[in-house]
């Protein structure tokens, strides 16, 4: 039997209406559907790319992913503080990360963002109020209260906000992360992208909760469900966790569910999900299913989308170029920036 | 009989272990279904079956707990952790809880836990490290660290059969790069080493990827009429200092050599218990070779210039012999 | 003001009627209360020798807390397994480990359960089916989820049983521990000793949750709130849980409320208690209502209390002598057996 | 000016960089209220209100999650782990977060945890240990073990102003034990050793606790005519080797002594540095002493016999001085 989703009501999941959508700015609707498109265009040249043997290593996809990282960051403002995780390419785009960067990482350059010391997207810039990750998955949450605690002590009305999978919230990290952050009533979002599988292991495996979002009551946080492929949902409801995180409510976690439609990475044919499973899913792609709303709302027709992809397009060969126009890293200053001078 | 990878010999090993004791079971993160990331799992699910192929939460310290549990009960887990880097976040669970136990009040504790690690594949900061001088250091833990495709089978055997924790350190490096063919039942004593190569110039004490160059160095080396002898010292705890000595006492010349950074690493101890225990014997320095004390850097030409090289320890041996 | 309790509602936390006790074998009821006045000579016993400076180190009352360990403890068979914290004394006398096993180990004896390796009640005996605790609270959360494990491996009908306190219930490994069990159905029950104080931080220091018992439905296992000084709701309770466990229904979380009526180990005074706390939990003393719920049902009178009483004085006396008679730890075997053979 | 213990050196010394810097902050378990357990953030509650002193949840990942996070951001967090031991539970953020920060992407993390640490007070096994050796094997972090109140408070002021994560190992033998007068501004180099008491017969390289007791019977030695160097080490990483070595070259022979356990004990680290680098300056093999490879044992008479006692410093001084 192919899963398809929680056993969750499925009412609970917020999604938004075409009267929702009129309700907001055609440049700001642009503006989402523009990250996504953006988004998918690099994540489909990194695999490119990859094919092509010119990375250093492999890569991860958000293919399908892409509006709950578009739409999330797109409630924050640019002081905001994110720690993305390897499937928010599109929330480091939002946030204002060149593709560049992404790619000199994965091309694992001298001037890239880690000098070609760590690899994917798998860096942070400060710069632009990104915080890299590690590996270890649920490990941003305790970190991201923290960053959420230095706006508690500065009294800056700055909000944190970070993502974990469906696999990674049974970390004990994010148990002692959300606790922390709830007796703090820190300026914290965490988005839990349950997208039904965590590697091969479907969320059957990884739980015998209902859902993860009531998980919340057990820190005293506000929590909510969310379509994470409606990008315009995601948008709302971290809209609505932001402001709580904002006015001093405290911090929100907040389920999007979704589907990851490539293996865990590159070299991962995900053969473990039933084919319906992802066809199912493929009808729900959030780029297509928004492009399509545009339309019906006369936001969007050809002339804007190609006008767009093109800019796209340019955008990615320039920036790509730009990235393998930048030297390899040196070994010569390996062992230089171990410690901060 | 065919050839077979270092990593065929570790699911042999576990294979037979499993169809020669009950008590043996898998336990970790896509071991099942998917048969674990380096495949070494593979089929178990469908010869053993749930739940004594356990797929488990993406929770090392549950893994590593449930496991000192089970074990404490008299089964026997053989846990996974998906990248020997994630015992971190189970860390607790082996120094405080497993490595304890027996000492404190008697309970065994017969688990073992299989540690993929190790570079050479391009895995960066979080995805190959050598993290075993971390638990060679804990009393009560036992550290294996195989380099050959007959002990990759041998000590994974032992190590199952043992009633300690035994951390079993599988290095990625050598998954399909070694092949070798296996007769009989292969069972290798943990706390043994193996005098790979006998030699008259310099000892080269190592183990893990390190054996691999370092055999080769020794074969160039044999040709420039310079004899190594290498030892695998394959257990690090427990130490064969014994095998160490007699090697040091031979040749009064070493190298002690690995690819884990350099400060803190293993082969502080080997080096420190040769300077004590075979000065006498000592016709130059204990010379160390280790990674560069930095995290591992992911880009090719930063992890080769990170990790010792062959150059580099044939290097180390024509000093250490020209001393 | 002084916290009497957590913020859910009082009439959610389980207790037992003058009907309820009825249902119940006298000689069971009285058993009960034996054990309870057994931990508690005993308890009172190990603080008398700490002031006398007998002990090796400090010591760790659970004064107070007696009902919860003796009641829980209670619903067991013999051949389940509990992995007793600290305040588990009763826990672990009602088992069947012997008072000087105890004191020999508070002692440091040779022959005691850690020939001296460790102290206090911290050890085990798998004679006992008693799992020894690490000082790591939660840690023994995974590690009877293991034991539990073992019983579902070999098709056992055995319970793990194990406790935490509402400081310790904050650890990573609370989560992946009760996780882990939730999605493997294993036999497991968990109580959570809700004795307002972690040391010296008080609960609301500790979490925003409106009660603990509500983290099981973020793992999909059961839970049930009871009055931790009913010594008869928390037998019923864990009963109810024990029950499930062993019919394949999977692990339980029970939030127990009662109160630390010491410090948090004998040097700590306690002074950040407010003292009307104190007044208010003394009238609720495990022991003292339980005595007058059995003195009015006709199960107990003075004839009776005194000859429990003057049983166990005996047995304390007897105890302790033989503890005292043991050897010291023995420096000569010191290193003898960090491996098994 | 008067006294004041190891203990309040610590207390002064965090105390002043509180006033100093506005960035700095203090989190841990039950440090607000009750002043921690060892009473070092005494009056700090009262002194510099919540949040800049806060009292957490018991969840050790958090304090020091957090602490990254907040450090990353430019705060200056102080965290205190209630003993020493339970880092194990936090360890993660510590070698993977906070360690690799700076080389990965240039980030900044300027945090101190406090670790109390080490034996000599019946803790147990899990209240005793001195975890020193896991991390100064971690390239990024810093670690430094005073042993004097003047190196406790000059210490933590320096970590405190220190760019990089900091683990200062404050030993509880030591907290009442000593007392000094300190005047003026106390601020002691990271990463400088201290040559505690000149000698020409033999180098005593030691830390922490150890300096305690080699002090005691390095007074003793002289006055049978036997001149010890003690060198305290008081930062392990960054090591200054070169005070070491000058020790070595100047007395041709050397002890190294460390609390905690010997095998895998930051003494290896030690020894072998010595061994390699000033081979032809020893007149003996490099001495180590440790504890003794168990866990920590809780009874007093099995405490002394598995930790380094005078006696035992005595012994080996007087042996390598007479090989
Ligand atoms: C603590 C930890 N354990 C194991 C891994 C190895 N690992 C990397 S990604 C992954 C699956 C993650 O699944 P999920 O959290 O659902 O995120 P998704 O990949 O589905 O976005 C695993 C097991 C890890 N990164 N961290
Ligand atoms: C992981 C961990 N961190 C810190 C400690 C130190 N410590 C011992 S008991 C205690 C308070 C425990 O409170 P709680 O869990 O509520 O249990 P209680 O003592 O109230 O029964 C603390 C902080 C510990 N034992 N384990
Ligand atoms: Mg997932
Ligand atoms: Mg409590």
Redesign the interface.
């Known amino acids: 039997m192919p899963r398809t989703s929680r056993k969750s009501s499925e009412a609970s999941f917020r999604s938004t209406t075409e009267a929702d959508l009129k309700r907001h700015d055609a440049g700001f609707l642009l503006g989402l559907y523009r990250d996504m498109v953006r988004t998918r265009a690099l994540d489909t040249r990194i695999e490119a790319l990859y094919k092509q043997g010119k990375l250093v290593a492999g890569c991860y996809s958000s293919r399908g992913q892409e509006g709950l990282s578009v739409g999330s960051t797109a409630a924050l403002r640019k002081d905001d503080v994110i720690g993305p995780m390897i499937r928010n390419l599109g929330s480091m785009l939002r946030h204002g990360i060149p593709m560049t960067m992404v790619l000199r990482n994965y091309l694992g350059r001298a001037n890239g963002p880690t000098k070609g010391r760590d690899g994917s997207s798998h860096f942070g810039s400060l710069e632009h109020n990104v915080i890299a990750p590690i590996s270890m998955l649920a490990s941003l949450i305790p970190v991201m209260s923290g960053v959420a605690l230095s706006f508690l002590m500065r009294k800056e009305d700055r909000v944190a906000l970070t993502w974990i999978g469906d696999g990674g919230s049974n970390v004990g990290d994010f148990h002692e992360g959300l606790n922390f952050a709830g007796v703090l009533k820190l300026p914290f979002v965490l988005i839990l992208e349950n997208n039904q599988y965590a590697y091969s292991t479907p969320i059957e495996y990884q739980t015998a909760a209902k859902d993860f979002a009531c998980r919340a009551e057990g820190y005293g946080i506000a929590s909510s469900k969310v379509e994470g492929n409606d990008t315009l949902a995601v948008y709302e409801v971290t809209k609505e966790a932001v402001e709580r995180a904002r006015g001093g409510a405290g911090p929100t976690l907040i389920e999007a569910r979704t589907m990851r439609m490539r293996g865990h990475a590159i070299h991962d044919d995900a053969k473990y999900v039933p084919q319906e499973m992802f066809d199912e899913w493929e009808k729900k792609d959030p780029i297509a299913t928004f492009a399509e709303r545009l339309r019906k709302a006369k936001i969007l027709d050809d002339k804007i989308a190609k006008r767009i992809d093109d800019e796209v397009k340019a955008e990615v060969e320039e920036q790509t170029e730009d990235a393998f126009a930048q030297p390899p890293a040196d070994p010569a200053h390996e062992i230089d920036e171990v410690y901060a001078p | 009989m065919s050839e077979i990878t270092y990593l065929e010999a570790i699911r042999e090993g576990m294979r037979e272990e499993m169809l020669r004791d009950g008590n043996v079971?898998c336990i970790g993160?896509?071991i099942g279904?998917?048969g674990g990331?380096f495949r070494v799992t593979q089929g178990f699910l469908q010869e053993f079956g749930r739940?004594?192929i356990?797929?488990?939460?993406?929770?090392?310290?549950?893994i590593?707990?449930?496991?000192?549990?089970?074990?404490?009960?008299?089964?026997r887990?053989v846990a996974e952790m998906q990248f020997a880097?994630?015992v971190?976040?189970g860390?607790?669970?082996l120094?405080?809880?497993a490595?304890?136990?027996?000492?404190?009040?008697?309970?065994?504790?017969?688990m073992v836990v299989r540690l993929p690690s190790g570079g050479g594949?391009?895995?960066?900061?979080?995805?190959a490290t050598n993290p075993e001088?971390?638990f060679?250091?804990?009393?009560?833990l036992?550290v294996v660290c195989p380099a050959t495709v007959r002990d990759a089978k041998g000590l994974i055997k032992s190590a199952i059969r043992d009633?300690?924790p035994v951390l079993y350190f599988e290095h990625k490096f050598l998954y399909r790069r070694l092949k070798d063919t296996l007769e009989g039942e292969v069972l290798v004593p943990i706390g043994r080493a193996r005098v790979a190569r006998e030699g008259r110039h310099v000892s080269l004490i190592t183990y893990g990827s390190m054996v691999y160059h370092g055999m080769n160095v020794a074969l160039e080396l044999a040709s420039e009429g310079v004899e190594v002898e290498v030892i695998d010292l394959r257990s690090l705890?427990p130490?064969d200092e014994e095998t160490v000595l007699e090697s040091v006492r031979k040749t009064n010349r070493v190298v002690?050599c690995h690819e884990d950074?350099k400060?803190?690493?293993?082969?502080?101890?080997i080096?420190?218990?040769?300077?004590?225990?075979a000065?006498e014997h000592?016709d130059?320095?204990?010379?160390?070779l280790g990674a560069?004390?930095?995290?591992v850097?992911?880009?090719?030409?930063?992890e080769?210039?990170?990790a010792p090289q062959p150059a580099d320890i044939k290097k180390a041996l024509l000093e250490t012999v020209a001393y």
Not at chain 2, 121 to 126: A, C, L, S
Not at chain 2, 136 to 140: F, L, Q, T
């Open positions: 079971f993160e896509d279904t998917y990331a739940p004594r356990l797929d488990t939460p993406l929770s090392e310290s549950a590593l707990g449930a496991s000192v549990g089970a074990a404490i009960m008299g089964l887990p880097d994630f971190a976040n860390f607790n669970m120094v405080n809880f490595a304890k136990a027996h000492y404190r009040w008697g309970a065994k504790v017969p594949t391009r895995g960066g900061p979080f995805h001088a971390w060679a250091r804990v009393p009560g036992k009633d300690n705890v130490l002690v950074t400060t803190g690493g293993f082969g502080g101890e080096a420190a218990r040769i300077a004590e225990k000065f000592l130059a320095p204990v010379r160390r560069k004390d930095t995290p850097p992911h880009a090719p030409q930063l080769d210039a990170f």
